[in-house]
Nanobody, 123 residues
Framework: LQLVESGGGSVPPGGSLRLSCAAS???????VVWFRQVPGKEREAVSC????????TYADSVKGRFAISRDNAKQTAYLQMNHLKPEDTGVYYC??????????????????WGKGTLVTVFS
């Protein structure tokens, strides 16, 4: 399975971006997690969506601004990011979980990773 992220870019504060994560094979039965990493800091889970989209979770820092979704027919997950802030800057990775639900978002519980897409929110 390969995951390919797209949609990153540079936007001013308050701007929006929509990230996509396209899978080369079926990921219907697994949760998808978006992570963010900035230089010098640990990669952190930003949002998760369960296999059937019934459960979504968000880091406190992005609640109310980001929305995760998925289209299993297209094998694609999305992260809509609104009201972006400079602190949202980083490389965003999507990952396929070992599980169908979002109870475990640890890095070592992810089976597959994309190569990341850079988001820059400049002030």
């Amino acid at each position: 399975l390969q995951l390919v992220e797209s949609g990153g870019g540079s936007v001013p504060p308050g701007g929006s971006l929509r990230l996509s994560c396209a899978a080369s094979d079926l990921m219907d039965y697994y949760a998808v997690v978006w992570f963010r990493q900035v230089p010098g800091k640990e990669r952190e889970a930003v949002s998760c969506i369960s296999s059937g989209s019934l459960v979504t979770t968000y880091a406190d820092s992005v609640k109310g601004r980001f929305a995760i979704s998925r289209d299993n027919a297209k094998q694609t997950a999305y992260l809509q990011m609104n009201h972006l802030k400079p602190e949202d800057t980083g490389v965003y990775y999507c990952a396929r979980s070992d599980y169908s639900m979002c109870h475990d978002q640890k890095i070592n519980s992810m089976t597959y990773w994309g190569k990341g897409t850079l988001v820059t929110v400049f002030s």
